[in-house]
Each structure stands twice: as C-alpha cells, then as structure tokens.
C-alpha cells in the first residue's frame, strides 16, 4: 500500500496513511519497509483535549508525526518564519505530516477526546534539538481547510519529497 501524498506548502509535506479497515478496527502503516530503515527516534505522543502538543521547531533533524486518533488543528510555520499553514484534521481521519528542519509545528487537540500522535526523526533524540516557536494555534487567520476520515480537499501532491 502506498502513501497518498497530498498538495501542501514547500516546508511540510502532508500524505493520507493507507489503511486496512475491518469490523474489528483498522490497520494503519505510517511507514514503508524502505522508510523504517532510516528511522533513529521513534516516539508517540498523547494529546488531552485543549492541549497543544509540539510548538517547537528541530533546527537538525527532520520529524514526521502521524495523527492517529483525535480531531486536531496542525499549525507549520517555515523556517524563515514568512510562511505559515495550518490544516483540521477530523476524528478517524489518518494523516502523516513530514517536517523539515527549522520548520516550527503545533498539533492543538480541538476534540472531546484524547488524541495520540505517532512521530519518528532521522536522527537521535537530542534535547539541545528542541526550539521552543509559541506559535499562536488560535489565530492563523480564515479558518483551515479540513482533512477528514473519507475525504481531503487538496488532491494529489506532484513530487513528493520524502525524507531520507
């Protein structure tokens, strides 16, 4: 099963995860057998509803987050700080976000519930890594586009950068 990659700006790139669903649940597969093998972090996040998770930037490493569970308000804003996107991510919607360096990013759970976030770098943990950004999550301007469980509105991204 293949990454659906997504239109989205220069500094993140956006793919839908392929899953398997079934009465029982769902399967998800956030990484390929290629990708795993460059993965030095790997770590999940739980997110309580109002709370916001993330607000930094990584000026070394590449971080990619998939949302797993949860409904959420994912906000990026580019390295050079002139460009900023912020994206709904609906409840049962699965989604992976590939996050370059300097690149700030901020994942406000706007759900009822608990929210959980799967996350996985090309390089060691290293909290000397870690650029506090406080982002504003409330005010990115119009209201974000909304990707959800059985849609998106962005269609197919050209040239997908992965990372590597």
């Given at each position: 099963?293949?990454?659906?990659?997504?239109?989205?700006?220069?500094?993140?790139?956006?793919?839908?995860?392929?899953?398997?669903?079934?009465?029982?649940?769902?399967?998800?597969?956030?990484?390929?057998?290629v990708e795993i093998a460059?993965?030095?972090?790997?770590?999940?996040?739980?997110v309580t509803p109002g709370?916001?998770?993330?607000?930094?930037?990584?000026?070394?490493?590449?971080?990619?987050?998939?949302?797993?569970?949860?409904?959420?308000?994912?906000?990026?804003?580019?390295?050079?700080?002139?460009?900023?996107?912020?994206?709904?991510?609906?409840?049962?919607?699965?989604?992976?976000?590939?996050?370059?360096?300097?690149?700030?990013?901020?994942?406000?759970?706007?759900?009822?519930?608990?929210?959980?976030?799967?996350?996985?770098?090309?390089?060691?943990?290293?909290?000397?890594?870690?650029?506090?950004?406080?982002?504003?999550?409330?005010?990115?301007?119009?209201?974000?586009?909304t990707l959800g469980p059985?849609?998106?509105?962005?269609?197919?991204?050209?040239?997908?950068?992965?990372?590597?």
């Amino acid at each position: 099963m293949q990454l659906e990659w997504l239109d989205s700006p220069s500094f993140v790139d956006l793919a839908k995860l392929p899953a398997i669903e079934s009465p029982r649940g769902s399967l998800a597969l956030p990484i390929d057998d290629v990708e795993i093998a460059l993965v030095r972090n790997l770590h999940t996040v739980t997110v309580t509803p109002g709370a916001v998770r993330g607000n930094h930037r990584h000026p070394a490493r590449t971080e990619t987050v998939c949302v797993l569970a949860g409904e959420f308000v994912a906000t990026f804003e580019s390295a050079d700080r002139s460009e900023r996107f912020a994206i709904n991510v609906e409840d049962g919607s699965r989604f992976r976000f590939v996050i370059r360096p300097g690149v700030a990013h901020a994942f406000r759970n706007v759900g009822p519930s608990l929210g959980m976030l799967l996350c996985f770098a090309d390089r060691p943990f290293d909290p000397a890594d870690i650029v506090t950004a406080l982002m504003d999550t409330d005010a990115t301007g119009s209201a974000p586009p909304t990707l959800g469980p059985a849609q998106d509105d962005r269609g197919p991204h050209e040239s997908p950068v992965r990372h590597g």
